[in-house]
């Protein structure tokens, strides 16, 4: 089994920045990608960000050059994400997301942490 953990959500004004992190935690299978993705009130979760074990990484149109991913240890098991010049359309609930496959596209994997809650003001 995976586990996720996130932590990093809050309130920021718009063109604020905010760091969302996310730990994973496995037993005995390895994670090669690792996600964000977003959920806004109606609308459906989409991708915002991943990255694989292999340093590749996939961002959505509206979050290019803005925000961020990484990863925040030599294991790889932990990712950042790292958000600038927020806008109020970036409000939304952020997960977490792995899985044992090397991938870039916008299919999630099998795992998710919880949720963080990302509100920007205008």
């Known amino acids: 089994q995976v586990q996720l953990v996130e932590s990093g959500g809050g309130l920021v004004q718009a063109g604020g920045s905010l760091r969302l992190s996310c730990a994973a935690s496995?037993?005995?299978?390895?994670?090669?990608?690792m996600g964000w993705y977003r959920q806004a009130p109606r609308k459906q979760r989409e991708l915002v960000a991943v990255?694989?074990?292999?340093?590749?990484?996939?961002y959505a149109d509206s979050v290019k050059g803005r925000f961020t991913i990484s990863f925040g240890n030599a294991k790889k098991n932990t990712i950042y994400l790292q958000m600038n010049s927020l806008k109020p359309e970036d409000t939304a609930v952020y997960y977490c997301?792995?899985?044992?496959?090397?991938?870039?596209?916008?299919?999630?994997?099998?795992?998710w942490g919880q949720g963080t809650q990302v509100t920007v003001s205008s």
């Open positions: 997301n792995a899985d044992h496959y090397y991938k870039l596209g916008p299919e999630p994997g099998p795992y």
């Open positions: 496995t037993s005995r299978f390895s994670i090669n990608s």
């Open positions: 990255i694989t074990t292999g340093g590749s990484t996939n």
